[in-house]
Structures are given as C-alpha cells and as structure tokens.
C-alpha cells in the first residue's frame, strides 16, 4: 500500500517510520519548509511531500494516489505564547486531513489521537467503550478531543474509513518532548522536588506504539474501532525509584504537596506568559493538572485485538536515559 503520512519527523513519528521502512509498503511524508528531520524520513526510502496539515491545498497533492493515511501530526506542548496555535494544528489540521482522505479516496485512515481526551473518567481504569470524563486539564487536550468529534462524525456522516488510536504517556529514545524533558531533568539534577508522587499514570513504550498503529492499519475489518494503547499503570513516585535505579541519580529529598505544586505553577506560568518563555521545569499549570489528575488506562484491546505484547516500562526508561545522557 502506498501511505500518506503526516508528523513523520516527530518523536513518534521517526519510530513509525523506521517500523515501516521495513514492510512492503510505500511511505509518502508530508513535512513543512526546512524540517531537519526530513533527511532522516529520505534515509528511510520515504518521499517526502512538502506541505502543512492546516494548508489544506497542500495535504490534498500530496495524498493524491496514496491507499492509506497515518495522521499522527499534532501539536503536542502544555504551554504556548498563543494558545490559538492549537486549535489551528489539532482541529483545523484534523479536519483538512479526514477532508482530504475523503477526497482522495482512501481505504483507511489511522488517526492517532491521545488518551488524554477522555480526561478523567468515572470507571478506572477506563476503557476504549468508557464515556468520557466531564473536564480536559489541557488545550491540547481539549483542541484533540475536537479534533477527534470531527472525525468521528466524519465516520458517522461521511464514511471516512477511520480506525483511532489512543496512546498514553509515550517513553523511548530522544523524545523532545514533555516526558523526555522530565526525564532529563531528573537525571541532570534539575528537579528541585518531587511532585504528585501517589498520582498514577499510565505509560507505553514508544515503538509498542509504533506497532499497534502499523498493526491497526494491516488488520482488516477493523474500521470504526478504538485502541487506547498503554502498558503499565505507575505512580510517579515509583517512576522516580526507577529512574534513580537506573542513573544511579538520587531521587530529590524535598517534595512539594499538592496545593504548593498548584500555586508555584500558578506563579511560574504566569512568568512565562509575561516573558513569552515556557515554564522553569516544566511547571504550567495545565502540565501540573494533568499529572495531579493522573490517567489509569486499561490498553489490553490492543494486545487482545491485535496481538501485541508490551515491553516492560523499566525497558523504555532505559533506553530514554541512555539517550539522554
């Protein structure tokens, strides 16, 4: 099958990537202007078609003649100076991408999507069929749980040949982003404190995402399902143990209670929006919502369904600190 792929470059997006060069299928990579990933997706045999999701002309040359799309592209940050860039990139940029995979006639689309959308629902852990929580603790949350109504009532309206995947906290190798960044700062001994330490949260290893999304695509007879995808339900504070196992770094002595956590993110997201630099350690307010709520998904529908076996946690943090160091 010829694939269309968008957020190629991105963390999870490289891994997919690397999964798939090693199939028969053929990759087409949608990248924005002077990407410096792009190279790497061209190593990999990928075309790469230049283009934004929310240039909607774009998306639709590039996807001509593609069987498939993997739409991973997002815009994953708990802060940002203006938070209409969400909306633009998890709501526009979903839409123009089902649009356009209607257009062009393809057979499946995977959307990948976050299990931060159900926020916190009242059964726990929550399934795929669960209803969704009353609150998102985050605009990326809440722009990708519009993001993901758009294609569903595409499904429903329209046809789109949608299968939806639901990843919770993603750990691996060079990930730039939120988790990656916690990581860091444990082992280079910028974490002041701990925070949220009986907080539970679920985490996947990044290329065990990777697999149930090309698994999710191959599978047949599976439009319209759902796949949250996550391996173990942790606490934070067993998350540090790990990491200070693993580094050889101590865990911080100092912890911060709750309501302290909440007023020193207050304060530093509020430094930020005024300095236009994202929050010291990581500490926006939404950032500190989502670990303070936590997420206790249950991802056993994607080993059941599609025959997948999770790494270890431990595994994924191992390989996350060696890269990082």
Same mark, same amino acid.
């Given at each position: 099958?010829?694939?269309?792929?968008?957020?190629?470059?991105?963390?999870?997006?490289?891994?997919?990537?690397?999964?798939?060069?090693?199939?028969?299928?053929?990759?087409?990579?949608?990248?924005?202007?002077?990407?410096?990933?792009?190279?790497?997706?061209?190593?990999?045999?990928?075309?790469?078609?230049?283009?934004?999701?929310?240039?909607?002309?774009?998306?639709?040359?590039?996807?001509?003649?593609?069987?498939?799309?993997?739409?991973?592209?997002?815009?994953?940050?708990?802060?940002?100076?203006?938070?209409?860039?969400?909306?633009?990139?998890?709501?526009?940029?979903?839409?123009?991408?089902?649009?356009?995979?209607?257009?062009?006639?393809?057979?499946?689309?995977?959307?990948?999507?976050?299990?931060?959308?159900?926020?916190?629902?009242?059964?726990?852990?929550?399934?795929?069929?669960?209803?969704?929580?009353?609150?998102?603790?985050?605009?990326?949350?809440?722009?990708?749980?519009?993001?993901?109504?758009?294609?569903?009532?595409?499904?429903? !309206?329209?046809?789109?040949?949608?299968?939806?995947?639901? =990843?919770? *906290?993603?750990?691996?190798? /060079?990930?730039?982003?939120? $988790? &990656?960044?916690?990581?860091?700062?444990?082992?280079?001994?910028?974490?002041?404190?701990?925070?949220?330490?009986?907080?539970?949260?679920?985490?996947?290893?990044?290329?065990?995402?990777?697999?149930?999304?090309?698994?999710?695509?191959?599978?047949?007879?599976?439009?319209?399902?759902?796949?949250?995808?996550?391996?173990?339900?942790?606490?934070?504070?067993?998350?540090?143990?790990?990491?200070?196992?693993? !580094?050889?770094?101590?865990?911080?002595?100092?912890?911060? =209670?709750? *309501?302290?956590?909440?007023? /020193?993110?207050?304060?530093? $997201? &509020?430094?930020?929006?005024?300095?236009?630099?994202?929050?010291?350690?990581?500490?926006?307010?939404?950032?500190?919502?989502?670990?303070?709520?936590?997420?206790?998904?249950?991802?056993?529908?994607?080993?059941?369904?599609?025959?997948?076996?999770?790494?270890?946690?431990?595994?994924?943090?191992?390989?996350?600190?060696?890269?990082?160091?």
């Amino acid at each position: 099958m010829k694939i269309f792929i968008t957020g190629g470059t991105g963390f999870l997006g490289t891994n997919l990537v690397t999964r798939l060069s090693r199939t028969e299928h053929t990759l087409c990579c949608l990248i924005r202007k002077n990407t410096p990933a792009s190279e790497r997706l061209r190593t990999l045999g990928a075309t790469l078609v230049q283009g934004d999701i929310t240039d909607k002309a774009s998306i639709l040359r590039g996807m001509n003649g593609c069987d498939w799309v993997i739409h991973l592209a997002g815009l994953y940050r708990f802060w940002a100076p203006d938070p209409q860039v969400f909306r633009n990139v998890n709501i526009d940029g979903a839409r123009n991408v089902m649009e356009c995979a209607l257009d062009n006639g393809v057979s499946k689309v995977v959307h990948v999507s976050t299990c931060g959308i159900y926020g916190k629902p009242e059964d726990c852990p929550y399934r795929e069929q669960s209803n969704v929580g009353p609150v998102r603790y985050s605009d990326y949350f809440k722009t990708k749980y519009e993001g993901d109504q758009i294609v569903w009532d595409l499904h429903r !309206s329209k046809g789109l040949p949608v299968v939806v995947v639901y =990843p919770t *906290a993603v750990l691996g190798a /060079n990930d730039p982003k939120a $988790t &990656g960044k916690y990581i860091w700062n444990f082992i280079h001994r910028r974490m002041p404190a701990t925070v949220f330490d009986d907080s539970y949260f679920t985490f996947v290893y990044v290329k065990d995402v990777a697999e149930v999304i090309v698994r999710a695509a191959e599978k047949e007879g599976n439009i319209g399902e759902r796949y949250l995808i996550g391996a173990e339900q942790i606490t934070f504070g067993r998350v540090n143990q790990m990491l200070s196992e693993i !580094s050889g770094v101590p865990v911080p002595r100092l912890h911060l =209670p709750d *309501a302290l956590t909440m007023l /020193n993110a207050m304060l530093l $997201t &509020g430094i930020a929006n005024v300095l236009n630099k994202e929050p010291l350690w990581g500490m926006s307010t939404s950032q500190m919502q989502v670990m303070r709520a936590g997420v206790r998904a249950d991802g056993s529908k994607a080993e059941r369904d599609l025959g997948i076996r999770y790494t270890p946690v431990r595994v994924a943090l191992e390989e996350a600190i060696a890269s990082l160091k």
